[in-house]
């Protein structure tokens, strides 16, 4: 029953205002690409005129989230981006968006990609380098410190001494992490010393506590490596399902004396605390290279809430299109967030999990069918929003 009623309440964001101030949430995530190879890129890019950042912004006008996690949005040490952003973009009516759309609040911090760790971490002989070599080198692949970063805008304050940010925390530090073997040798890819020093959050773990006219909501915002671009010992798939991992992690596990954050505190989530986990997950429950256990840990863990998974009519298009010319998605077509071309063809890899304790009211895909005129503003990005509404 509670399936059905999912099913018949799912709603669409197009031309609406949002849900009802103060009566319910409209929680978000997006993938935006808006970053680039070069340092400061991004500021240039929306210092001019920029298509790409103006269809990313009318998608959020057309939606109209209460809180919206933005994946691979460059991070920088002034907020340059993030204010051109908000202020050349959200705040001005764009074609095919909606009113102008201000946030007062947003959390942002440096990520490990594109950092340098100073050791050989693809194992090819030499530190650093130019290009790829240089971002397989750094704590999490990037060509500067802070591409493929995160923004977290809110229209209700954010509690930012309580924000609890996991970029240093160590993979070993895991129970059980996994090491990743070479396997025609069965010893470790990396030695005991790069090992104990490797960082786990690829970007980062973000706790951000929100004060919502619900109450208080952590915004357990991610971007787990791709688990992809790695050999025969699939380091980045173990990465991918041990960064996924430390969201169960931390559900679960109040007293941990292992889970430490940057702050230097320690232990998981309080057991009554509301929360949503959002990002770009980087693994699909059904498809793809990931380890699809992590995924499907988090969808069925019992503090996270069972709503009848978000769909779109452009992606099972796609996907269908895709089927027809012999790339299968084993997932339901209408399930996927995002087209990732001709080799993988699409795949649900966004997610909006909100925690027990709220109702659901609606969700969906922001990815219209391509004879929508909507369809026009929802090609900035390989990804697409996901939207869940709540009370």
Not at 19 to 32: D, E, F, H
Not at 313 to 333: C, D, F, Q, V, W
Request: hydrophobic content about 35%; charged content about 25%.
């Amino acid at each position: 029953m509670t399936l059905l009623l999912a099913a018949c309440t799912t709603t669409a964001p197009t031309g609406s205002a949002g849900p009802s101030p103060g009566k319910q949430l409209r929680l978000a995530t997006y993938n935006t690409s808006l970053y680039s190879d070069e340092d400061e890129g991004l500021v240039k890019e929306l210092q001019g005129d920029s298509a790409h950042a103006r269809k990313i912004a009318a998608v959020l006008q057309q939606v109209r989230p209460d809180l919206v996690l933005l994946n691979e949005f460059d991070f920088d040490e002034g907020h340059r981006a993030a204010d051109l952003f908000q202020q050349r973009y959200l705040e001005v009516a764009q074609p095919g968006g909606g009113e102008p759309l201000h946030y007062e609040y947003r959390y942002l911090a440096p990520v490990n990609t594109g950092v340098p760790s100073g050791l050989d971490l693809d194992n090819n002989g030499s530190v650093g380098g130019k290009g790829r070599e240089r971002g397989n080198d750094a704590w999490g692949y990037g060509l500067h410190p802070g591409q493929y970063g995160m923004l977290v805008l809110s229209r209700y304050p954010i509690d930012e001494k309580s924000v609890r940010s996991f970029q240093l925390l160590k993979w070993s530090a895991m129970p059980g992490a996994l090491r990743p073997v070479v396997p025609d040798t069965g010893k470790p890819f990396w030695n005991d010393a790069v090992w104990s020093q490797l960082r786990l959050s690829s970007k980062s773990h973000w706790d951000v506590p929100v004060r919502t006219p619900l109450g208080t909501v952590h915004v357990l915002a991610a971007h787990p490596t791709p688990p992809v671009f790695d050999g025969k010992e699939k380091r980045n798939a173990a990465r991918n399902h041990d960064e996924l991992r430390l969201w169960k992690e931390y559900l679960d596990n109040r007293n941990a004396n292992w889970l430490c954050d940057d702050q230097g505190r320690c232990g998981g989530l309080a057991a009554d605390a509301r929360f949503v986990i959002v990002g770009d997950l980087n693994n699909d429950p059904s498809d793809g290279d990931g380890r699809q256990d992590a995924i499907v840990e988090l969808l069925e863990h019992p503090r996270v809430l069972r709503y009848a998974t978000p769909t779109s009519k452009g992606g099972e298009e796609t996907s269908l299109a895709y089927a027809e010319k012999g790339i299968t998605r084993h997932g339901a077509p209408q399930h996927a967030t995002g087209d990732f071309g001709p080799r993988s063809g699409t795949m649900r890899l966004d997610y909006v999990l909100p925690s027990v304790g709220f109702d659901y009211v609606g969700s969906g895909v922001f990815w219209p069918a391509s004879d929508s005129p909507e369809a026009k503003i929802a090609d900035g990005s390989d990804h697409h929003l996901v939207w869940v509404d709540v009370r």
